[in-house]
């Protein structure tokens, strides 16, 4: 089981950090991802922790996003600063297996920027 929270509203250049807590599964043993859906549009990749601990980024939210893991909570953090509108969307969390591409995901936490 996957579940993200700590998404709301912000206010634009205001901060929130996003939780993926996970039951059933190692997260040390899978890459986990953050992707985002903004109304209207596909799901995009914003961040992914591979199982080195290896750190990718959207060019979107380069230097302002920051992708963590704490393996002994089995826990995925996603500190998100200096938002903008552009950011508002439902905030996913999944866990992909490197090898057998075994996927789990989690119902989505919502984040609107807004003054």
């Known amino acids: 089981q996957v579940v993200e929270t700590g998404g709301g509203l912000v206010q634009p250049g205001g901060s929130l950090k996003l939780s993926c807590t996970v039951s059933g599964i190692r997260t040390s043993s899978y890459h986990m991802n953050w992707y985002r859906q903004a109304p209207g549009q596909e799901r995009d990749l914003v961040a992914t922790?591979?199982?080195?601990?290896?750190?990718l980024y959207a060019d979107s939210v380069k230097g302002r996003f920051t992708i963590s893991r704490d393996n002994d909570k089995n826990t995925i953090y996603l500190e998100m600063n200096s938002l903008n509108t552009g950011d508002t969307a439902v905030y996913y969390c999944s866990a992909r297996h490197p090898t057998t591409a075994q996927s789990y995901w989690g119902q989505g936490t919502e984040v609107t920027v807004s003054s």
């Open positions: 922790i591979t199982t080195f601990g290896t750190t």
